[in-house]
């Protein structure tokens, strides 16, 4: 009988789904600044499935432990490998696991990134899972990667663009400078800049907002938001999608909420008692 090998790291990444319906993934390798080898991928991509598939979790918080996000691939553990050794750098197709883990999927609801100290190289990759980024401000986004030959294969040149332009992210990608908080703000890169040590809890507050809102509808727009920017052939054709894809809230949640307007609720453009 062949025993398991004893997982070295069984922490390495940390999921938590909590009543309220706010998942928690935390990447937690506090001796590589949070680094990701293979098994760290692969505890990555599981985590943000579990997430995917657990109805009564709502919204994600992804962020990293010990005052960083994320410094990237763990190239010490890359250097002693073959590429040969890794499924990862294999098939592409669909939403299998990347060399980062989850890099390839298109998360099937909300995810907000809590990006503290460096989100660096695969790390600033993997902070482009979320839909916005809650930045602590004293952090440092960049292409690290550029000084060793690595390149951007868990969707660097493809989100990165989308989010910021191509000029910026031209500009971050061939010179892999280091960007600041605040010059991450400028660009659209960070959607908020918050205090040291604070950017879970903002994050969190954030995903306490979301849940207050009918979920079918902002799922629908989200998925049509990320269609106009991946996947429309044309405007028409983003136009159209927008369409058929909202059609169904129309009598499953907006005729309740007209009606709950017409009762009062929301004028002046309250958020209260949602």
């Given at each position: ?98 060399p980062m883990g989850p890099s390839r999927m298109r998360i099937k609801k909300p995810v907000i990134s809590a990006v503290s100290g460096y989100a660096v190289a695969g790390g600033l990759e993997l902070s482009l899972l979320g839909d916005m980024r809650v930045v602590e401000e ?137």
């Amino acid at each position: 009988m062949i025993e398991a090998l004893e997982d070295p790291e069984p922490e390495a990444v940390i999921y938590h789904a909590s009543p309220e319906g706010i998942a928690t993934i935390t990447l937690n390798r506090a001796s590589r600044r949070n680094a990701v080898d293979g098994r760290t991928a692969r505890k990555l991509y599981d985590a943000f499935h579990l997430y995917e598939e657990d109805p009564t979790q709502k919204v994600c918080v992804f962020h990293g432990a010990n005052g960083t996000f994320c410094a990237g691939a763990d190239l010490q553990a890359f250097a002693t490998t073959s590429l040969d050794d890794s499924q990862h750098f294999g098939d592409v197709q669909g939403r299998n696991i990347a060399p980062m883990g989850p890099s390839r999927m298109r998360i099937k609801k909300p995810v907000i990134s809590a990006v503290s100290g460096y989100a660096v190289a695969g790390g600033l990759e993997l902070s482009l899972l979320g839909d916005m980024r809650v930045v602590e401000e004293d952090a440092v986004f960049g292409v690290f990667c550029r000084r060793f030959g690595v390149p951007l294969i868990d969707g660097g040149t493809v989100r990165l663009q989308a989010i910021i332009g191509l000029g910026r992210a031209m500009d971050m990608i061939l010179t892999g400078r280091p960007v600041s908080a605040t010059e991450a703000y400028t660009m659209g890169l960070a959607n908020r800049v918050v205090p040291k040590g604070t950017a879970v809890k903002e994050a969190v507050k954030i995903a306490e907002q979301l849940l207050k809102f009918p979920q079918l509808c902002m799922n629908k727009d989200r998925r049509s938001a990320y269609y106009a920017a991946f996947e429309a052939e044309s405007f028409e054709d983003a136009m159209t999608y927008e369409f058929a894809n909202g059609k169904e809230v129309l009598s499953k949640e907006s005729l309740d909420g007209a009606k709950r307007f017409a009762g009062g609720l929301g004028r002046s453009g309250s958020f209260e008692k949602l």
